[in-house]
């Protein structure tokens, strides 16, 4: 079974720090560009960030400029989210997906222009509160 699962959300206080984890099963994201998203309760899905197959290069929303971090350990099929400085408006249920396709692009270029329709996989997504 393809899937991707999300580990480490959790309830922390603003200006707290968190890391997620998202890992491939069934399948491997080498040669995927990989994106996070999240939802917000009551709000539509949005893209936090983006992180090309060689890890070279990213891209992020102006809320996560400066405050998270995206990173992968394409060894073990992992990809990271590191967020810093943590605010009550990150409350949300976060998502990773990856790139689909035989022949993967590996750049961020269609996540840039598409958002969540560039990404085929996805995971179930994991919650992460914060309190004032």
């Known amino acids: 079974q393809l899937q991707l699962v999300e580990y480490g959300g959790s309830s922390v206080q603003s200006g707290g720090s968190l890391r997620l984890s998202c890992a491939a099963s069934?399948?491997?994201?080498?040669?995927?560009?990989v994106a996070w998203f999240r939802q917000a309760p009551g709000k539509g899905r949005e893209g936090v960030s983006c992180?090309?197959?060689?890890?070279?290069?990213?891209n992020y929303a102006e809320f996560a400029e400066d405050r998270f971090t995206i990173s992968r350990d394409n060894d073990n099929d992992t990809v990271y989210l590191q967020m810093d400085n943590m605010k009550p408006d990150d409350t949300a249920l976060y998502y990773c997906a990856a790139e689909g396709g035989s022949f993967p692009v590996g750049r961020c270029t269609d996540y840039v222009q598409r958002g969540a329709a560039a990404m085929d996989y996805w995971g179930k997504g994991t919650l992460v509160t914060v309190s004032s």
């Open positions: 069934g399948f491997s994201i080498y040669y995927r560009a």
């Open positions: 992180i090309s197959s060689s890890g070279r290069s990213s």
